[in-house]
């Protein structure tokens, strides 16, 4: 077994994630020594950490664990976003993965977190729902439609949603290989990246006072877009967006919640809301 140490946030640690990175999600050029600078530092709502494994010098896996705050049943928690939890090909089915994720249960509660609250894919949530007891919350929808999608309503009675304020809005907007692009209008500014095809993805919208002023805008031409989220606050009645059926998802998104305290809570999927914002896939 490989042996597993604390995360290497040094520009040598960043260089030898990267190339790890690189090796085990081919084709994701963003992931870089730039871009993990900035995953890694700078995060206000807490010092990102996370694990390694090392065979010899190599590094064969990595784990990353960034904090988070959220409104759980009306109270204001922090817990952690599972990040990039990869494992090089000649290690895995060795128990690494296991590994990382049990070790992580510990050191995040000795550091007072609450949660776990992240996204896995249809090959991934399986393992944690079964192996480790996640609950997958529900499966993400998919919309397209012209112009920006309909804003978010008031989210008072929701029993889960990511809280956001302008220093970690800022930290998040601040993607050196893809820089966010927005819309403003009617208070609201909506924030896009590109997604498959060259389609713009809304990855969240915010009142202007939680943005920075000098993002680039959209342009008036891109009228069609894609929203990934859940959301039962948006009215989409009057919208001009409609659901993507499942079959044309390359790799359809789950949320997923662990509870790091002893409650044991579980969440209603109609009385959530999580965003691309919320977990980076763009």
Not at 239 to 260: C, G, K
Request: charged share 25%; proline share 9%.
């Amino acid at each position: 077994m490989p042996e597993v140490r604390p995360l290497d946030l040094s520009p040598a640690g960043l260089e030898r994630t990267a190339k790890l990175l690189q090796v085990v999600f081919p084709g994701a050029d963003h992931l870089d020594p730039g871009y993990l600078d900035r995953l890694y530092h700078g995060n206000p709502e807490g010092e990102t950490f996370g694990l390694c494994a090392y065979e010899g010098d190599e590094l064969v896996g990595h784990y990353l664990m960034i904090p988070i705050r959220a409104r759980i049943f009306g109270a204001e928690e922090v817990g952690i976003w599972p990040f990039q939890l990869a494992t090089h090909p000649g290690y895995r089915l060795k128990g690494l993965f296991s590994r990382f994720v049990e070790d992580s249960f510990g050191i995040c509660r000795e550091r007072g977190y609450t949660f776990f609250a992240g996204v896995g894919n249809a090959n991934s949530t399986p393992i944690f729902v079964k192996k480790w007891g996640y609950q997958l919350v529900r499966q993400l929808d998919v919309r397209v439609g012209l112009g920006g999608a309909p804003p978010p309503g008031p989210d008072d009675d929701l029993d889960l949603v990511r809280l956001w304020r302008p220093e970690s809005v800022a930290w998040r907007c601040r993607h050196p290989g893809q820089p966010y692009r927005v819309t403003r209008s009617g208070g609201w500014v909506r924030l896009y990246a590109r997604g498959p095809w060259g389609l713009p993805v809304q990855v969240g919208a915010f009142p202007e006072a939680l943005v920075p002023a000098d993002l680039a805008s959209l342009g008036a031409g891109r009228v069609v877009r894609a929203w990934i989220g859940a959301d039962p606050t948006r009215d989409w009645s009057s919208s001009p967006y409609r659901d993507v059926p499942q079959r044309f998802w390359s790799s359809p998104l789950n949320l997923l919640f662990y509870d790091l305290t002893e409650q044991a809570r579980r969440f209603d999927p109609s009385r959530v809301r999580y965003e691309v914002f919320d977990f980076d896939a763009y």
